[in-house]
């Protein structure tokens, strides 16, 4: 395996990083999940926005252009020679005084790098449960990705530990919010919810591209707030994650959800937009 620290390929044995960079001290900076099929990273461009965003937001001075982010991708994936992966950006404030005083970090930490794809399950449904952890509703801090996940890693430890694939987030308010990895939407008739972001939820890039679908294809899409009883007891329920698209849910805090034929109607076209853009396997 190799990776890319820094802007240059290094074998994973001999990738040294420093005890006192700040993203292994305090969880100070932020990464983002890509998808990639046939070679070619999935809304790479958007994924650099969001870190480019995240890294205005936490005054990290990381700003290459998109030109050089999509050579070093191209040149990492041909390195390992991988057509299908995920493959992870991190960037972290590097390293600077001890405290939290961010003075004199002013060189950034880049490390690239790439993890098996996931396998490819039509039928994949995941089973929910809420968490008793909360996200916090209007915390620009939730709006980034951020390396601080602690409450994310308990929420879904405490939902696997209960037999669950993943966590359900609510926030102070008892709304839901999002899942430890993915969005949430559900379904009411033929109508498609989503929280807003405003309710402690992360703007994902696949949650954009489900909105972007129901807009074109005609689907009534809403982004608003709801309690948990509301989405448990609507007539279909989904989540959305880059590493999978677009997952049904079959049981939410033990109880069977309903299905909906139109998620399965989402799913087709986020696996054309997929082909279009990737290129059929």
Request: aromatic share 6%; hydrophobic share 40%; with cysteine.
């Amino acid at each position: 395996m190799i990776l890319m620290l820094n802007g240059e390929c290094v074998p994973l044995d001999r990738v040294t990083l420093s005890p006192f960079d700040r993203g292994f001290l305090y969880g100070d900076g932020l990464f983002e999940t890509i998808l990639v099929r046939n070679g070619k990273p999935f809304r790479l461009t958007s994924h650099l926005d969001r870190l480019r965003t995240g890294c205005r937001f936490l005054k990290i001075p990381w700003n290459p252009s998109a030109a050089a982010m999509e050579a070093r991708v191209e040149t990492l994936l041909g390195k390992n020679a991988v057509r299908d992966a995920v493959l992870r950006i991190q960037v972290t404030r590097g390293i600077g005084i001890r405290g939290y005083s961010i003075a004199g970090a002013n060189t950034p930490t880049e490390i690239i790098a790439l993890h098996p794809a996931p396998a490819r399950q039509v039928s994949l449904r995941w089973n929910l449960r809420t968490s008793s952890y909360r996200v916090m509703a209007g915390d620009p801090l939730a709006q980034i990705k951020s390396c601080s996940k602690i409450l994310h890693v308990l929420a879904k430890t405490e939902a696997q530990e209960a037999g669950a694939d993943e966590a359900l987030l609510l926030n102070q308010h008892h709304e839901v919010a999002e899942a430890t990895c993915a969005n949430v939407f559900w379904i009411e008739q033929n109508a498609v919810f989503t929280p807003p972001i405003e309710s402690g939820a992360l703007p994902g890039i696949t949650r954009q591209i489900v909105i972007d679908i129901c807009a074109t294809t005609g689907y009534e899409v809403s982004e608003e707030r709801a309690a948990i009883d509301r989405v448990s007891q609507s007539n279909g329920l989904f989540l959305t994650l880059t590493t999978l698209g677009i997952v049904e849910v079959g049981t939410i805090d033990g109880r069977e959800a309903l299905h909906s034929d139109l998620i399965a109607a989402l799913q087709k076209a986020y696996s054309t937009i997929l082909e279009n853009d990737l290129g059929a396997d």
